[in-house]
């Protein structure tokens, strides 16, 4: 084709061809044009590329020749011949850069080769396991740089760029062809490569120490061309004066760091790693390789990386683990036994062994190793960390690692090698937990541990029992110390001896023991508490009650025979006193106490069968006295009464409180008991209810001081119980009132009144009656008439009879004389005038009724005397017309009840009292009771005075 220099500008870089350059560039003979051209063009082709750099050599090789030549003659003798040839001065300039160019040129066609595994052919990928696939050359994978930027960039950043993609075959041939260049950067290149890269795939760019010179080893160098070319000489780059490539961001570093530098390098680049990525297996494997390279000093940080290492990908992990973020820093920031919790955070009591054994022991090896090169030994201090963890993780945990130790076992094999550091951390654990469930697993930490065969007169049990006194004291809660753990425990327990030791086992073994009993019948302890109860009887007495009621009331209730005589034989096994001297967990209670509290646990769950089956066969352990059986009755039967929420005896707990008194014999006071009870059920039926308004519940009743009050609240809320007096009556009775008079004639009393609040006048007399009737027997049984439960009770009835014998509604006018009778007959002599004035009164009312009926009669009998002409009445008539006095108020020896009746006799038929009419009748009337009473003063007893009212 014809050339023009427009026909190359015009040609395209995606145009060219080899053929096509050789075609536009070969015909022109201007060398520099053509060189020009040449270097001007950077393609992405390989072969077009070659081609332009190879023609460009070609069309510079004759100036390199010439200038060569007046070299020879020295520098000056160069210069001056480039001035004159200012073309050759070109060319040669040119011809270093199209060499540099080829260079790279080769370099990219490697590396094209050095591709990573992972990306050739990745579309085609999936057919690798195709059996009928043709089998093909793997196709080379598109380097992540183009070849012209690889030319025209400068090659610390095209390296800088390969490393970044993991190209690592790729960046060591670089550095192989190019090492002069590149050598100064290293770090740079090393710095570009991810993170999370595996130190092992780019290895062979890790600095090393050279053994012989104890720096860094140089890389080795295979550059493209062995000899360099004339341009790229020391005179002629002096010369030539070729522009470097252009700066980049990394400092240069052309010497050989020392072995120190080396190590801070790795230091630091370690430190990034694990800061950016967290991958600690990463960092490992580069602190492994430099250590492998005679990088000095790492050791620690391999150590740390190692033990690191074990937590992150060894240890057990939860998930979701907030503690997943791990640092050197922080993990340098640790002390031993934060690590060691954090390596068995997530252990189960299956793995915590083992994992003590493949993770912790060796981390606690490494911290001792650590100390004694620090020149501070401490060759307890992988013991204390480890008791410090077995202190505070929970039983189960704790079980496995004892299982571990057991004395059976090698010393070398065991994770706590020393016995009686074994017993110390076990019974610290054991009673520094509060657990109250794990009772199999106590047990197995119990088995574990080292018996020992402790001769008796080397064992002092007096200083031993004291100091767990001191133990039970220091256990208990204070305000400086709520809550005692294991780790306090073992403070307490380190100093004490092997016999002192050996004897608290002893007692480990009873407390376990009793521990279960107790957790069998649903009352478990923590362990602790049988060191506070040890001496506080109080205290033991009340979990035996527990024991005793709790277990009937479980949610498995017992209610076979052979239950309770189980639940009888632990709690008698829990106050004996074993082989060892030793005695369970009620140890400070007797036999009898606790068969008393046996007893009233099994009365209190209404098992009232059971009980009297253990009572009466004849192999039972249940004995107790005929008096304690029947105190345990009443007692636990007023309990249920107290605790019953209805008085109705046929259900319910009140049933309970009645059907527990027929376990024991019959007795008077049982009686007593019973009868209480019916007499609450019957007041239950009544309704009654108590100031708040709601029904009155049992142990109100129980409570109420007055109970003769609970009768008047039945009549004052029930309108038909005043006619029922017997069973009123009843009702006093067994309320506790029984052969109690007073209370009887109470009782009457509130009847009569409820019946004449009722108008009931009929039943109010009668009522009365019968109470007048139980106050004269009283008195005849009673010589001394001035005792006070005759008094008591006459003053009630004589208030009641004076009550209703004045009742205006009442118009029984005889019946009321009668009550009013009773009323002065039975009243105190204090009383004798309002008595008498209501007598009077009544009495008028009798004579007018009385004057009445004899004007009525008269004028009958005169209109019959008149028709038979007889006028005077008979004196039979007379006599038939005058009305004495009941002779029943004679019957009594007090003097002044006599006075009073005669006077009443007397003075309702003198003659006086009846005549007269108006207020001088009335005068005339009162006048005459004043003499009256005057004249039988004498009898009666008192003032005449008083009696007249003045």
Same mark, same amino acid.
């Given at each position: ?11 395209? +870089?995606? $145009? ?27 393609? +992405? ?14 069309? /510079? ?44 040129? *080769? ?48 090659? &610390? ?55 012989? /010179? ?56 370690? $430190?990034?790693?694990?800061?950016? /990525? ?15 390279? !005679?990088?000095?000093?790492? $050791?620690?940080? !391999? ?86 963890? &077995? ?124 521990? #279960? ?34 277990? !009937? ?48 646990? %099994? ?38 009464? $107290? *605790? ?23 007795? =008077?006071?049982?009686?007593? #008991? ?81 019946? %004449? ?55 029984? &006018? ?43 009669? +008269? ?9 038979? !002409? *007889? ?51 009335? =005068?005339? =009337? ?21 009696? #007249?009212?003045?």
């Amino acid at each position: 084709m014809a050339w023009s220099a427009t026909t190359w500008i015009e040609l395209a +870089d995606d $145009d060219l061809t080899a053929d096509g350059v050789r075609d536009v560039l070969g015909p022109v003979k201007d060398d520099v044009w053509v060189a020009a051209a040449c270097a001007d063009r950077v393609t +992405d082709d390989t072969t077009v590329q070659r081609v332009l750099l190879e023609l460009g050599l070609e069309r /510079t090789a004759a100036a390199v020749t010439r200038a060569q030549a007046a070299a020879a003659d020295g520098k000056d003798a160069l210069l001056a011949y480039f001035r004159d040839l200012p073309a050759d001065f070109r060319l040669c300039s040119i011809r270093a850069l199209l060499l540099r160019r080829l260079d790279r040129l *080769n370099t990219f066609v490697e590396l094209c080769k050095a591709a990573p595994a992972d990306t050739q052919n990745p579309e085609d990928a999936w057919e690798e396991d195709d059996p009928w696939a043709e089998s093909a050359e793997p196709r080379l994978a598109d380097p992540p740089i183009p070849l012209s930027t690889f030319l025209a960039d400068t090659l &610390i950043r095209s390296t800088c760029l390969l490393a970044s993609h993991q190209w690592f075959a790729a960046v060591k041939l670089v550095f192989d062809r190019h090492t002069v260049e590149l050598w100064p950067y290293r770090f740079g290149v090393l710095e570009s490569i991810p993170e999370h890269a595996n130190p092992l795939s780019y290895r062979d760019l890790l600095p090393a120490v050279d053994a012989s /010179t104890g720096t860094e080893r140089r890389f080795d160098s295979s550059p493209w061309r062995p000899e360099p070319d004339w341009t790229e000489s020391a005179d002629a780059l002096a010369v030539l004066e070729l522009s470097p490539e252009p700066d980049v961001d990394i400092a240069p570093r052309p010497d050989a760091a020392a072995a120190d530098q080396l190590a801070n390098w790795y230091k630091s680049h370690i $430190d990034l790693i694990i800061s950016t /990525t967290g991958m600690v297996d990463v960092a490992l494997a580069l602190v492994q390789h430099a250590a492998s390279q !005679g990088v000095p000093g790492l $050791d620690e940080v !391999g150590e740390d990386l190692s033990l690191l290492s074990r937590l992150i990908y060894d240890a057990i992990q939860g998930e979701n683990d907030p503690d997943f973020d791990w640092t050197l820093e922080r993990w340098r920031a640790l002390e031993p036994l934060p690590v060691v919790k954090a390596y068995l955070q997530y252990s189960t009591p299956d793995t915590v062994a083992k994992d003590i054994w493949r993770l912790v022991m060796p981390y606690l090896f490494v911290v001792e190793s650590r100390a004694e090169r620090a020149g501070q030994p401490n060759p307890e201090l992988r013991t204390s960390v480890l008791y410090d963890y &077995i202190l505070g993780i929970p039983l189960q945990m704790a079980a496995s690692i004892f299982e571990a130790s057991k004395p059976i076992l090698p010393k070398a094999q065991r994770i706590i090698q020393n016995d009686e550091d074994m017993a110390r951390l076990a019974l610290s654990c054991l009673y520094g937990s509060g657990s109250l469930a794990e009772w199999t697993v106590m047990s197995s930490i119990f088995e574990c541990l080292p018996a020992w065969d402790i001769n008796k007169d080397d064992n002092d049990e007096d200083a031993v029992d004291t100091t767990l006194v001191s133990l039970g004291s220091f256990v208990t809660p204070s305000t400086t110390r709520p809550h005692c753990n294991a780790s306090d425990l073992f403070i307490f327990f380190r100093p004490l001896p092997l016999t002192s030791l050996s004897r608290a086992l002893d007692i480990l073994d009873v407390h376990l023991e009793s521990g #279960e009993i107790l957790s069998r019948w649903s009352v478990p302890a923590p362990l602790r508490w049988f060191l506070q109860s040890n001496s506080d009887v109080q205290e033991q007495r009340a979990w035996a009650n527990r024991m005793a009621r709790r277990a !009937g009331g479980a949610e498995d209730k017992l209610v076979s025979l052979e239950d309770w005589e189980w639940l009888l034989e632990d709690m008698l096994k829990l106050t004996a006193q074993g082989e060892n001297g030793l005695r369970g967990a009620f140890g400070l209670l007797s036999q009898d106490e606790a068969l008393k509290i046996f007893l009233g646990g %099994l009365l209190s769950t209404g098992n009232f069968g059971i009980a009297k089956a253990l009572l009466r066969s004849r192999n039972t352990k249940l004995s107790l006295s005929a008096q304690s059986i029947e105190d345990l009755c009443l007692t636990c039967s007023r309990e249920l009464y $107290d *605790n019953a929420s209805s008085g109705n005896y046929t259900f319910g707990e009140m049933k309970l409180a009645f059907e527990c008194l027929d376990v024991p014999p019959p007795s =008077e006071r049982l009686k007593r #008991e019973k009868e209480f009870i019916e007499a609450t059920s019957r007041l239950s039926s009544f309704n009654i209810t108590s100031s708040r308004g709601t029904p009155l519940t049992p142990i109100e009743i129980r409570l109420t001081k007055d109970r003769l009050s609970l009768v008047s609240r039945v009549l004052s809320s029930n309108n038909d119980a005043y006619k029922h007096t017997e069973v009123i009556l009843d009702l006093v009775r067994k309320l506790g009132f029984g052969g109690n008079v007073v209370a009887e004639v109470k009782t009457l009393a509130m009847l009569a009144d409820t019946a %004449l609040q009722a108008e009931d006048f009929e039943r109010a007399y009668g009522t009365s009656q019968q109470m007048v009737d139980t106050v004269l027997n009283l008195r005849s049984a009673h010589p001394d008439i001035d005792s006070s439960t005759v008094q008591e009770a006459s003053e009630v009835c004589w208030v009641a009879c004076f009550q209703l014998g004045r009742q205006p509604e009442f118009d029984d &006018i005889d019946k009321k004389l009668s009550l009013l009778g009773r009323a002065l007959e039975l009243c105190p002599p204090e009383q004798l005038h309002d008595v008498l004035a209501a007598w009077r009164r009544l009495e008028s009312e009798d004579i007018e009724a009385r004057n009445e009926r004899l004007a009525s009669n +008269d004028t009958s009998k005169n209109v019959k005397r008149r028709k038979t !002409g *007889n006028i005077a009445p008979s004196l039979r008539e007379r006599l038939q017309e005058f009305h004495l006095p009941s002779p029943q108020l004679l019957n009594t020896p007090d003097a002044a009840a006599l006075a009073s009746r005669t006077f009443r006799s007397v003075a309702a038929n003198f003659p006086f009292s009846v005549s007269g009419s108006g207020r001088a009748a009335q =005068e005339e =009337e009162r006048g005459n009771s004043r003499l009256l009473s005057k004249g039988i003063g004498w009898l009666i007893g008192a003032d005449a005075d008083f009696v #007249e009212g003045r």
